[in-house]
């Protein structure tokens, strides 16, 4: 009832203001904001404002003695105006938002206002239409809604909208009586940290731009597409056939991602790793299917990038190996239960064993062997890395004293990992545990990535050139992965340069990869580096490495990597077997 009365109070206060001069009238009447139009009882119209005329479109003239269903937009059916004019007939008033069309054809929406306007005897004279344009409002509100619901960078929609899309698919899927599947995809970009961090972060912004166009070409309208995390996508393939179709759909993203982007005037190559779940087999709700498609993603990535597997019931063990990989791994570390092998490094020019890389592995009584390539990243993401890096270079000292006791002074390769290089006591306590085992440093080669050098390179600097001051030899691994040049190496106090395997692999086969292998080498040389060559596989590959004057070998070639008593009796043997090649 209240609302009631305060509607009658607004015909009262009309007919107050019907009270004041004309003029003031008039003057209020043309400058207001809101659009206003007058009927006669007879829902006639017989005047409108100027505001009226900018909203619609129509001059005065063009609608005076026609009814207001010039405006009407058809989105409403005739239930709605007789409801309305019931309203008004019965409370003198009617408010709420309605969408009408403009003289352009244009429909909007806008909050209207109709007070039906009585004399002293109470019949109708009149009726007053006060309205105002929500289009500006209702556009903001849309773009509000978007920009919550929608990734700023690739406008595709952001995980929050996905979750509640899937929501709803699955909801309306579970009502329909025969079997429905629908495939999910959870995608993560291979080496996107290292394209970020050595081609810079608007690079990899443009990259995810491309990626998430490419994705959207390949869907339909009823299939879901979001950016997940940084270099995360999920997309959800509706109504799948069976698991043919969703393998065929995860090669056609495959194939599109790899091919090459075009970034800044040069191409630049990217890849994919992709886990699959399905509905309802490996789940019945969103963050089942999610969960599921991330762990076949995570497994997907450790057996090789650019592929895809399906989600499998043996991924469920993985929570449990994780857990059980962390409490073995800190009580290995605290006991220091690794070993060093050692792979040896040969010389071209007269086949001599230049040095040795050292190369942990671990054997655990519950885990049994455990790969590097898994362990090694675990130590990486939890901070273990760093004891454990300081492990590896008690037990290269205690190798390089065992060795020098059988008359071998030979200097070991000791792979530092970045985050180890990151810290900020990493000198300090290399160089405690050098003075301990009264060990000098020249003994010693440093390993560090292309991806390590690249990063803060001003520190990184001043830490490589303090290592050499140490008496440390300074090599660049897996050159070739990180995107960076050669010349900007020359900022590097450097003695050697090591060419990734997966350049090596193809070398004897793909013409280019001979031609990116044969210019680093000249280009090192003229920087004054050494090169090695690691994978060496093949005599083949020999062959055409000693043509290209790389310097040094290392790979199973000559020798898989060995343990200490092992390695101490192929140099002897190679020794034997080398001695008039001196």
Known sequence: MNGVNNNWESVDKLKLIS????????????????GIMITDEYKKIVMVNPAFEFVTGYTRDEVVGKTPAVLQSGVHELPFYLEMWEQIRQE?????EIWNRRKTGDVYPEWLTIVCVTNDEGKVTNYCGIFTDLSERKIVENELEKRLLTDSLTEVSNRFAYIERMDNLLESTSAI??????????????????????????????????????????????????RYGGDEFVITLTNVKNVKEAANFAEQIISS?????????QEVFISTSIGISVYPVDGKN???LINCADRAMTYSKKNGLNGYSFYFDELQTDAQRVLLLDSELRRAIDNREFELYFQPKITMDNEQIQGLEALVRWNNERLGFVSPGEFIPYAEETGLIIPLSE??????????????QYGWKIPVAINISSIHFKQQNFLDSIQAILERYNMPANNFEIEVTERTVMNSANETVSKLVRLKQLGFKISIDDFGTGYSSLSYLVRFPLDCLKIDRSFIQHIGSLDEKQAVVDAIIQMSHRLK???VAEGVEQAQQVDILRKMNCDII?????????????IIEFMEYWEIEHQGRK
């Open 529 to 531: 580096m050494k090169v």
């Open 554 to 566: 290392q790979g199973y070639y000559y020798s898989k990597p060995l343990p200490l008593n092992d």
């Open 19 to 34: 009270q004041y001069p004309t003029t003031l009238i008039l003057k209020i009447f043309e400058n207001v904001s809101e």
């Open 391 to 404: 492990v590896i270079i008690e037990k290269a000292c205690e190798a390089v004293i065992q060795m020098q």
């Open 177 to 226: 009586s025969h079997s429905v599947q629908h495939a999910v995809y959870f995608l993560d970009l291979d080496r996107f940290k290292q394209i970020n961090d050595t081609l810079g972060h608007a690079v990899g912004d443009s990259i995810l731009i491309e990626v998430a166009k490419r994705l959207k070409q390949l869907l339909k309208n009823k299939d879901i597409i979001a």
């Open 257 to 265: 991602i790899e091919k090459p982007m075009m970034i800044n005037g």
């Open 286 to 288: 969103t963050e089942e």
């Open 92 to 96: 003198g008033i009617w408010q709420g």
